[in-house]
Every structure is written in C-alpha cells, then in structure tokens.
C-alpha cells in the first residue's frame, strides 16, 4: 500500500541553525501539507502546496518557514533560524482523495 | 470557534467492548475523517464520510455523521488491547484546500 515517508524520524538542533525536513508524498497525490504538533497539543496546519506554490498557510508559517518541491518525488521544509518553540512533531500529508499522513519527525530544539 | 472537538477527552473499557467517541465541529464541511494516533506516533487514516453520508462502516469501525447537529461520531465495536490509542475528528470547510482542523482528540484505553 502506498505510503508517505518522513526522514529523519528524529533530528536534534540547536537554536539558530536551519533544519530541512523531508517527506515523499504519495506518488499520485497533487496536493501535499505540512502540519506540527507540539506535545500534548492538536496539530496544528502549517502550510499546503499544489501545482508548485504555496496555496495556503497559517500564521505559524512566518518567513522562517520555506516548502519547496526540488524534484519529482520530494517535499521538503525548512526552518532557517529555529527557536526552543519550534521543538514539536511536524508531519507531512498529502491528498488524493482522502489525506494521508507520514510518520513525522520529532524536531528537537535545543 | 473551536473546529472538531472530540469527546470524551478521555475512555477506558474492557476488550471486547464496544467504544464510541464523539466530534462535533462548528462550520459546514466537506467530509470529516478520523485519525488514530499511537502515542508519539503518525496519524494513521481511518475513515472518510462525506457532507452527504449518514453512516459508513470499515471493518469494526462505524461512523456516523448528523450535519444538522454538526456532529459525528466513532464506534469501535469489539475492541482490542490494539485499540489503545488517541482518536481524532479533522474536517475540512468548503474551499479550504481541504486544510485539516483537528481536535484534541480522545484517548481510548483498552485493558486486557
């Protein structure tokens, strides 16, 4: 069964330093999103991305966070300049139909 | 305005028991889905209903769906000890890009 897979499972930073997470959405699927979940707290929407270009995100999305599709296959997010807040589960889904989830990555911030 | 709110927060049964969780959400939707979460894990899709489905069943999972009341709800019939998890409703508003509300979920104990 088609799958979206996250890598790393779990990076550990420190503050200030940039972090790109990667996801490789379902190969099918058109649509691809980023979400967060700090501990204990919902999860929270953070952007989504179609036809090459952001087309919507939230105000948790400021100019520190970058999406970019650099091939095919990939989907990747970039923290720039990461803060202690940033620490959480960040996943990424993408959508035929229904929405289908990665595993996450668990982003510490250090 | 708080979209998909679960409850209750928290449910602890017996295997073999039959679970249900509730969601309500505030705004007209497109579908609603339900997510399972094992802790510290992914989200792992359950189901889908759409705005127009009443009902929709997969497997031990049932779910309804009462757009007048704003409301869905889960049941897990026959539960397992692999039942245990965290339950989600997420909805998705009309022209929202199907960008995923979720809430805070309920946590399904299921003892042995």
């Known amino acids: 069964e088609p799958e979206v897979t996250q890598t790393p499972s779990h990076q550990v930073t420190q503050m200030g330093q940039e972090v790109i997470l990667r996801c490789v959405p379902i190969?099918?699927?058109?649509?691809f999103y980023w979400y967060r979940q700090i501990l204990g707290q919902k999860v929270e929407f953070l952007v989504s991305f179609y036809n090459n270009e952001i087309s919507e995100k939230s105000e948790i999305f400021d100019d520190q966070f970058s999406v970019e599709r650099p091939d095919g296959s990939n989907f990747t997010l970039k923290i720039r300049s990461t803060k202690l807040e940033d620490s959480a589960m960040y996943f990424c889904?993408?959508?035929?139909?229904?929405?289908?989830f990665g595993p996450g990555t668990r982003l510490t911030v250090t | 305005s708080q979209q998909g709110e679960e409850d209750p927060q928290a449910l602890s049964i017996q295997e073999g028991e039959n679970a249900t969780m509730n969601c309500s959400y505030k705004?007209?939707?497109?579908?609603l889905q339900w997510y399972r979460q094992n802790s510290g894990r992914g989200l792992v899709h359950l189901i889908l209903?759409?705005?127009?489905?009443r009902e929709k069943h997969s497997g031990r999972l049932r779910v309804t769906l009462d757009t007048s009341k704003k409301s869905s709800s889960l049941l897990i019939t026959a539960s397992r000890a692999a039942d245990t998890a965290s339950y989600f409703c997420?909805?998705?508003?009309?022209?929202?890009?199907?960008?995923?509300?979720f809430g805070k979920g309920t946590l399904l104990t299921v003892n042995p």
């Open positions: 209903i759409r705005s127009n489905e």
């Open positions: 705004t007209s939707i497109n579908n």
């Open positions: 190969s099918n699927h058109l649509y």
């Open positions: 997420a909805t998705a508003p009309p022209g929202s890009n199907y960008k995923l509300t």
């Open positions: 889904a993408s959508r035929g139909f229904e929405q289908y």
